[in-house]
């Protein structure tokens, strides 16, 4: 009697679909060059990516890596910031004050919290935590600052209110 290999057939379809998503996104970037190139033939393409073609027709690497390093910065922080107040939306609980600083590689966080409050100064640094174990290894992180009411400190004026 044969038996029907499932695995065999599953594997299959995973195939098909990986190809189907491959063949989806070339077809995608390839609009997107078919597009940029046009906009580059009638001088309508962005400042920004005008010089960014230009660099990578003159073979310019400093220029075209420092393009990429300031564009997955812009990536991996923003996505840091969204990641750290969806973490701390998650709870029923809020800092007092709560300020973002952001640089090329890093956040720093400025909060206030109550004085002994040490289940909000726990949230602060498990969150804290949490964001630079899934960044780290991207080269980012979060350095916090946790004060008191008491400590009647400023937010630093580098710093953007969040709270």
Same mark, same amino acid.
């Given at each position: 009697?044969?038996?029907? !290999?499932?695995?065999? %057939?599953? /594997?299959?379809?995973?195939?098909?679909?990986?190809?189907?998503?491959? @063949?989806?996104?070339?077809?995608?970037? %390839?609009?997107h060059l078919k597009t940029d190139h046009f906009m580059l033939?009638?001088?309508?393409?962005? *400042? /920004?990516?005008?010089? +960014?073609?230009?660099?990578?027709?003159?073979?310019?690497?400093? *220029?075209?890596?420092?393009?990429?390093?300031? @564009?997955?910065?812009?990536?991996?922080?923003?996505?840091?910031? #969204?990641? #750290?107040?969806?973490?701390?939306?998650?709870?029923? *609980?809020?800092?007092?004050?709560?300020?973002?600083?952001?640089?090329?590689?890093? %956040?720093?966080?400025?909060?206030?919290?109550?004085?002994?409050? !040490?289940?909000?100064? @726990? +949230?602060? +640094? %498990?969150?804290?935590?949490?964001?630079?174990?899934? #960044?780290?290894? *991207?080269?980012? #992180?979060?350095?916090?600052?946790?004060?008191?009411?008491? !400590?009647?400190?400023?937010?630093?004026?580098?710093?953007?209110?969040? +709270?």
């Open positions: 009697m044969n038996q029907i !290999d499932t695995n065999a %057939i599953s /594997d299959q379809v995973i195939d098909q679909s990986k190809k189907e998503s491959m @063949d989806k996104w070339f077809v995608q970037m %390839i609009d033939e009638t001088n309508t393409a962005p *400042k /920004d990516k005008a010089e +960014l073609y230009q660099a990578f027709f003159e073979k310019d690497h400093n *220029k075209v890596f420092a393009s990429m390093r300031n @564009d997955s910065s812009h990536f991996f922080i923003e996505s840091i910031v #969204y990641d #750290y107040l969806k973490e701390l939306k998650s709870v029923n *609980k809020k800092p007092l004050k709560l300020a973002l600083g952001i640089s090329e590689s890093k %956040i720093l966080v400025w909060s206030e919290i109550e004085d002994n409050d !040490d289940e909000m100064e @726990d +949230l602060l +640094l %498990i969150t804290e935590a949490k964001i630079n174990g899934k #960044y780290h290894s *991207k080269g980012f #992180y979060i350095n916090s600052t946790i004060v008191e009411k008491s !400590d009647i400190l400023a937010v630093p004026p580098h710093y953007q209110n969040v +709270l």
